[in-house]
């Protein structure tokens, strides 16, 4: 038998679900709903069955092909322009030569099609409409009908004053080739307000059967939700997927659910799909296929689509999530909301009721958003972050993302360019970096890979005159879910903001080169690189004065890969090293705790009587030190100790630092003779002040250390070979510099500063400032003891807030006064 499913409307009610995606392929319990209707018919003999498709008709031909997967035959009728309803089944009469079916694509329903075929052919009817009675019948057709069927009145959407009856139509015909008569070519007709009145108007046989089983009219956001209800409740005969694991709860293939987690029936979980521990998935809701849902988060009564991202502890009631939409943590969202496909929404922020994202937009951090977003976005995301590129692994840097911004990067480099890619030993940053490593060599681009390296060894190797930039791809160092990938220049720094917006824009207009074959780029492995970065070090140093002093130290590597750099070129200086995690392991980073490394080096340092103790951190970029009695620096005391030791022996005549860095630290440098230079606080700007001939040091004060004779970027193997060398030319110990530091006394906390009004905020801070005021970075005011500085975080809507003073109380009391002000700004 043949059957003829409508599947070309729009679907505006439902946007912004139907924005990029036809409404019969919007899924119901993780099934297109049109998938739902080819079964129903398949199972009532429908073996034939052609598609009328419109709107985004690929997507429906792409999914159902020829129908062969599904058990049937499908022929599609494409409509160039609107017909109609009546008007869509005329343009496929070709293929209509018997007695046919139509049924709407966009319903979901289990009705008995055998009857009403039945019915049809028992009373010899041109043309039978599928009936049913409905609580609110104004979005419908009325039908009344006689006592043997046939049709005496019907009335398309009426009002309330025009309802005389329950009974409505369903969109389920059964037609004879003869109906063609009645549907002219060539313009819109439809069956309800044209064809049917026609053939009562002519007296030819018309009856309404009113049909058994359930039938729901997929047509607005309330009802897509409630047929989802209604699919779970198994009030409507569909097949629900997965493994039925106890009454009511239906787990999908690969599906990972902890044993902490809570599922309550009813409920779907789609294939691939990860659950954390602590994790509360209510009744009435569907996951579709990988939807990650991070530690104790909240799901109740929602539809959450393919590849969908929940963070941890974020909240959902009533709300139906697009696909691939990324919701980070703490977020809350409330009953009605819908947001459409690839939204994102940052964290601590709030969707209030009702609301409605239409696809690609994003929520900026901590934003409250009561009216719908359709056109614009709530705060814009940029490709590169305060670190580079930065995201989720697999949610949002994927592979495909990966090859893109690697193309984007070697369109801006000339053809025929090497560029140098490392990475760490993380199964995530191993898979983007082949990625990026293909989109390089697709335009034009040589690779010279370092495999898993350090941070410093691929920025040394950059600095060699055959490489032209590059590139390291790594987990982020305080969340091991994310990855971040970071692009150097010819000098070994970060690239300019210049650079990052020429890559962006070719990112954003997908404006890559792509090479021909026989200018695809190479790949290389550079035999000696560990060897030149470890001469180079060295160099750096006086080797005898470090072999003389016979340094005992314990250093820990963190299980990153400058365990694989230092424990040779330590012992080529003499030196007895206990060493801590000297080897690379990705599942001991991911559970390492830095602040726990130091204590038990400590501890080590203290039992062993060692010299000097450090950790330094997975990437080799950073450093904690720990001094002869066992006492863990903070980074502030570090970074002092550096600047009173290393300036007696400075390559030049200045020091950089960024502005929140303690006055102690240019008091004590100006007590040698040495000026110090304010920087801003981003990573870039201290590298490109340490390029400049007249810098001999720079910190950052965490923990990151430069030596621009050496690198101009952060490098603790270094730092740790430097602190090493001025010791033993110094011949003091680490306990004595530091118990000589002066006292500081500095506050740091945070205010919530909606983004659209962190310019005000500032401004008017400005205008409290008075005359001491330094702008090199936010506004910093001074004042007779001390200053506080002002600055609004570039990825988060927060000011950081910064004080020092002559007491902890002092700076403490600064912090709160501006924090109290800037909170009554934004009010």
Known sequence: MKAVIMAGGEGTRLRPLTSNAPKPMLPIANRPMMEHIVSLLR?????????????????????????????????????????????????????????FLVISGDVLTDMDLTAVMAFHEERGA????????????????????????????????????????????????????????FIPEGRSVDFSSEVFPALLAAGRPLYGAVMKGYWEDVGTLEAYLSAQFDALDQKVAVDLPGFRINDGVF????????????????????????????????????????????AEAQIERCVLHDNVYVGSRSRMRGAIIGRTTSIRNNVRIDEGVVLGDEVFVGSNAVVSGGVKVYPFKTIEDGAVVNSSIVWESRGARSLFGRDGVTGLANVDVTPELAVR???????????????????????????????????????????????????????????????????TI???????????????DTAGTDITEDAQRKIERLFQREDARRSLAEEIGDIQFPPRALEEYTVALEATVEPHAIRDFKFKLVVDYAFGAVGGVMPTLLGKLGADVLAVNPYVSTAGR????????????????????????????PDGERITFVDDEGRVLDHTAALLCFVELVSDHLLG????????VTESARQIARSHGVQVISTKLSTPALMAAASDPAVGFAADGNGGYILPGFLPAFDGAGALLKMLDMLARSKRSLSEVYDALPKVHQVHDTVVTPWDQKG?????????????????????????????????DPEEPITHLWAESTTEAEARRLVQEYARRIRQLVR
Request: proline letters at 5%.
């Open 405 to 471: 911004v690697a193309m984007a990067y070697g369109t801006s480099v000339p053809k025929g360019s090497t560029v140098v890619t490392s990475r760490d030993s993380s199964r995530a940053a191993r898979m983007l970096k082949r990625a990026m490593m293909a989109g390089l060599n697709a335009a034009g681009v040589d690779v010279l890979d370092l495999e898993v390296a350090t941070v410093p060894v691929t920025r040394f190797l950059t600095r060699s005159p055959r490489a032209f930039g590059g590139i």
């Open 760 to 792: 005000m905020v500032m401004r008017t801070l400005m205008e409290m400032a008075g005359r001491d005021v330094e702008l090199v970075d936010g506004v910093k005011m001074r004042y007779k003891d001390g200053w506080l500085l002002a600055l609004p």
């Open 653 to 660: 005549d200045t020091i950089a630092l960024p502005v929140n």
């Open 590 to 617: 991911l559970t390492y705790d830095a602040e726990a490394g130091g204590e038990r080096v400590a501890a080590m340092v203290r039992a062993s009587g060692a010299h000097l103790g450090a950790v330094i951190d």
């Open 251 to 294: 787990i999908g293939e690969g599906a990972e659910v902890s044993p902490e987690a809570h599922v309550l029936a009813p409920a779907v979980i789609g294939p691939g799909c990860k659950i954390e521990a602590g994790c509360k998935i209510g009744d009435y809701t569907v996951l579709g296929s990988n939807v990650r849902v991070q």
């Open 126 to 181: 041109l043309a039978t409409i599928g009936l049913t009675a409905v609580d609110n019948p104004l979005e419908f057709g009325i039908v009344i009908t006689k006592e043997d069927g046939s049709i005496e009145r019907f009335l398309e959407k009426p009002t309330w004053g025009q309802v005389f009856s329950d009974t409505i139509n369903t969109g389920i015909y059964v037609l004879d080739p003869a109906i063609f008569e």
């Open 43 to 99: 199972r009532h003999g429908f073996d034939e069955i052609v598609v009328t498709v419109a709107f985004l008709a690929n997507h429906i031909k792409t999914y159902f092909g020829d129908g062969s997967e599904f058990g049937v035959k499908i022929w599609y009728a494409d409509e160039p322009v609107p017909l109609g309803t009546a008007g869509s089944v005329g343009n496929a009469r070709a293929l209509l030569d018997e007695t």
């Open 474 to 488: 790594r987990l982020h160092h305080s969340d091991p879910d994310r990855v971040v990938i970071r692009f150097f």
